[in-house]
């Protein structure tokens, strides 16, 4: 089996950085994407970013293009999610996921769809 966990929320302001981990401990996700998943208050769970197995190619959702970078390990068990000029809108619990399933089609499916899942991370942004 495998466990995901997310670590690095905390309380920033806006305009500042903060960088996710999540850590996949149990067997090797070879051939897994791995990505972010986020919950804002009183919304649904959206998708955030997400990144194949080789590394070589990233998705993200169009609000974050360009502020957030996905990368993952040589050992591809820990991915990460850099983000830069945080909003208060990106304020939410982020989640972390893997899943068979090319990160190119994680925009059409849902974080419960995933194989694997973590508990999530908070991000709270203050204006």
């Known amino acids: 089996q495998v466990q995901l966990v997310e670590s690095g929320g905390g309380l920033v302001q806006a305009g500042d950085s903060l960088r996710l981990s999540c850590v996949a401990s149990?067997?090797?996700?070879?051939?897994?994407?791995m990505g972010w998943f986020r919950q804002a208050p009183g919304k649904e769970r959206e998708f955030v970013a997400a990144i194949n197995w080789s590394g070589g190619n990233r998705y993200y959702t169009d609000s974050v293009k360009g502020r957030f970078t996905i990368s993952r390990d040589n050992a591809g068990k820990t991915v990460y999610l850099q983000m830069y000029s945080l909003k208060p809108e990106d304020t939410a619990v982020y989640y972390c996921?893997?899943?068979?399933?090319?990160?190119?089609?994680?925009?059409?499916?849902?974080?419960?769809?995933?194989?694997?899942r973590g508990k999530g991370t908070l991000v709270t942004v203050s204006s």
């Open positions: 996921a893997a899943d068979r399933q090319s990160g190119s089609m994680w925009y059409k499916g849902t974080y419960y769809g995933m194989e694997f």
């Open positions: 149990g067997r090797t996700l070879s051939d897994y994407a």
